[in-house]
């Protein structure tokens, strides 16, 4: 167990539905970055949060949205959803440094 | 422009076999590079980190290196097991340090280790 817990671990949904996936970050960690990895290609980063403020974004589109709670853990939003959505979505959490970049184990997103 | 770039792309060695895997990279500033492994549809589990003063670090059979002078890093991988059938990306981290930093993932190596 890596301390980062991602929820659901597989979701199969509808072309046009929208879905929430959540992540907790491993305890004290501030900083949750979500990335998307589909079939045989490598993480694509998506959006960093840090302590509640958006940090940094990546190759996000405007469909999908993410929030950090004051609880530390984050949710990603993704709508009006497609097939080319379907993908492997990766939460992972690290502390100040940036140096324990820990993995959850990803949720599954399958849209037919 | 930040890069990270592996290779080989995918590999097939003989159980019990070494093998090494090459990582070289254009980032800066340079914070530390690591070696992640990825077993399929899993997440990433972190084999080894290294900053600029380390050359070496080891992690039971993996064992990577780190010349920064010539922006490259190697997994070596000792007496390999089928369980080591996996995906292998190297990723630097680019900043000063803290939060702000940026992570550039490569695109992997795929090892494949037949019995």
């Known amino acids: 167990d890596s301390g980062v817990t991602q929820t659901p671990k597989h979701l199969i949904t509808a072309t046009g539905q929208r879905v929430t996936l959540r992540c907790s970050p491993r305890?004290?960690?501030?900083?949750v970055y979500w990335y998307q990895q589909s079939l045989d290609q490598g993480l694509q980063f998506l959006i960093q949060?840090?302590?509640?403020?958006?940090?940094a974004k990546g190759n996000i589109l405007e469909r999908f949205s993410a929030q950090q709670f004051p609880d530390l853990h984050s949710e990603l939003n993704l709508s009006s959803l497609e097939l080319g959505d379907s993908a492997l979505y990766f939460c992972?959490?690290?502390?100040?440094?940036?140096?324990?970049?820990?993995f959850g184990s990803g949720t599954r997103l399958t849209v037919v | 422009k930040n890069q990270v770039e592996q290779s080989p792309q995918s590999l097939i060695i003989l159980e019990g076999k070494n093998c090494t895997l090459q990582?070289?990279?254009?980032?800066?500033?340079?914070?530390?590079l690591r070696w992640y492994k990825q077993d399929t549809g899993r997440g990433p589990v972190s084999l080894t980190i290294?900053?600029?003063?380390?050359n070496t670090k080891s992690n039971g059979r993996y064992t990577a290196t780190l010349d920064a002078d010539t922006k490259q890093s190697s997994l070596h991988i000792t007496a390999s097991q089928l369980s080591d059938s996996a995906s292998y990306i190297c990723?630097?981290?680019?900043?000063?340090?803290?939060?702000?930093?940026?992570?550039?993932f490569g695109t992997g190596t795929l090892l494949a280790v037949q019995p």
């Open positions: 992972a959490s690290s502390g100040t440094g940036a140096y324990g970049y820990t």
């Open positions: 305890s004290g960690d501030l900083s």
């Open positions: 949060y840090y302590n509640g403020e958006e940090r």
């Open positions: 990582c070289n990279y254009t980032v800066s500033p340079f914070s530390n």
């Open positions: 290294m900053t600029f003063s380390e």
């Open positions: 990723v630097v981290s680019a900043g000063i340090g803290g939060a702000t930093n940026k992570l550039i």
